[in-house]
């Protein structure tokens, strides 16, 4: 049998190695499967989790291709990608968790049989049902240590969605990279222009907001102050002076009957 010389094996490694495409290079950041159930099961920003049950199998499939994304995967997308990435992660494995404990009237009855417990220790976020970049992971994980953290985008809170009512509504479509920005805005307006979360009485000079306000201000108040970054959303200028009051939250399912 003829020698190969360790040089020549060393090259042969390398060559199959950048002929095989990595996961990262054909990762869909579309998010196509997701996109097609969005438009199939959710309607004015309610869910039918009838539906996406009934289509266990395609949504599966979404959840592993997320799942087979590795550390450095994730590494080498761009910022956009990233972001794209996350915020499809959190709606989705959202949706799983609903569909494993369901049916329910409300995210918070997942955990103890109190559901105000369970609110309050934040259960449902905190419970690890999921893979992403090589490890078991909860949704606080996403929200708090990378979507919060590692990126300085407000816009996320009207992005992502927790099953609930009082949530900014889940969108018929996937996140992408290529749109991100125009969908980040609308979600934005979208969020302040329901009357139902935030509104501004202006002969009491007192402006409603939405939880999400109170709960996150730090996110929102960067550059500069809350009624700035709120004021795109109202058609009254909204007085710099104004009392601010928080709605209540409703945590009921954000269920399409």
Known sequence: MKHISTKTLTLLFFLIFMATPSFAASFDHKHSEFDVLLKKYVSGGLVSYKGFQSDEVALTKYLDSLSKVSESDYNTFSEKEKLAFLINAYNAFTIKLIL???PISSIT????????LNLVRGTPWKKEFFTLLGKKRHLDWIEHEKLRKDFSEPRIHFAIVCASIGC???????YTPKDLDTQLNEG???FLKDPKKNYYDKAKNTLYLSQIFNWFQGDFTKKGSLIEFVQVGFSDKIDPNANIKYLEYSWSLNERK
């Open 100 to 102: 494993d404990n369901y």
């Open 188 to 190: 934005k307006l979208n």
């Open 109 to 116: 009855d997942i955990g103890s049989p109190i559901s105000t």
């Open 168 to 174: 900014p509504q889940l969108v018929a479509k996937a």
